[in-house]
Structures are given as structure tokens and as C-alpha cells.
Nanobody, 118 residues
Framework: VQLQESGPGLVNPSQTLSLTCAVSNVSITTSGTTWTWIRHPPGKGLEWMGLITYGGNTYYSPSLKSRTSISRDTSKNQFSRQLCAVTPEDTADYYC???????????WGQGTQVTVSS
């Protein structure tokens, strides 16, 4: 299983940050799988942002729920996340993650660095 994040490396404050995770070698509709976005701000711990399930249900971190959405494109086998009204505090390394409740497997993308700055 391979996951590859893509998106802009630099975003202006107040804009919307869009990231996509392209998935290879497993379908994002595979039963029991969840597809998650996590970020790691500099000098801080990992922050769980939200996920989309194999069935298309979404769950978000309460602290980000008002600003974020996760969607998927099953024809491209990828899932995406939008974070609106970004501030410099949204500067982080962003990762996508895949987990299977069926066999316990867990996979991570290599991460993509995003800086919010004018």
C-alpha cells in the first residue's frame, strides 16, 4: 500500500488549503478501512484532523470541524482535505494514513510540508 500526499507548499493566510492523498495497491472502498489526515506542527505533537471511512462517512476533530472537510474520489482512488481560513498556526507537516480494522495494517504517506505565510 502506498500513499502520496500532494498540495501547495506555501499558502497565504485566510486562504483555503487543499491536500490530496493518492492511494495505490488498495481501494479506498475496501471494507474496514479508514483514511485519515494527521498533521505535525513544528515543535508540537501529532494532531489528528479527521478521517473518511471506506463507506464515505466522515469524522472530524472538534477543534477543526468548523474549518475542515474531507472528501474522496473513488474513480481516482484518492481522498482530499480542505482547511479554510488558514493562519500561520496551520503551518505543519501533513500526513495521510490508512488503517484496516480487518488485519490491523497501518500505512503512512511520506508527508508534505505546508507553510502559511504572506
Amino acid at each position: 500500500v502506498q500513499l502520496q500526499e500532494s498540495g501547495p507548499g506555501l499558502v497565504n493566510p485566510s486562504q483555503t488549503l487543499s491536500l490530496t492523498c493518492a492511494v495505490s495497491n488498495v481501494s479506498i472502498t475496501t471494507s474496514g478501512t479508514t483514511w485519515t489526515w494527521i498533521r505535525h506542527p513544528p515543535g508540537k505533537g501529532l494532531e489528528w484532523m479527521g478521517l473518511i471511512t471506506y463507506g464515505g462517512n466522515t469524522y472530524y476533530s472538534p477543534s477543526l470541524k468548523s474549518r475542515t472537510s474531507i472528501s474522496r474520489d473513488t474513480s481516482k482512488n484518492q481522498f482530499s482535505r480542505q482547511l479554510c481560513a488558514v493562519t500561520p498556526e496551520d503551518t505543519a507537516d501533513y500526513y495521510c494514513n490508512a488503517r484496516s480494522a480487518m488485519d490491523g495494517s497501518d500505512y503512512w504517506g511520506q508527508g508534505t510540508q505546508v507553510t502559511v505565510s504572506s
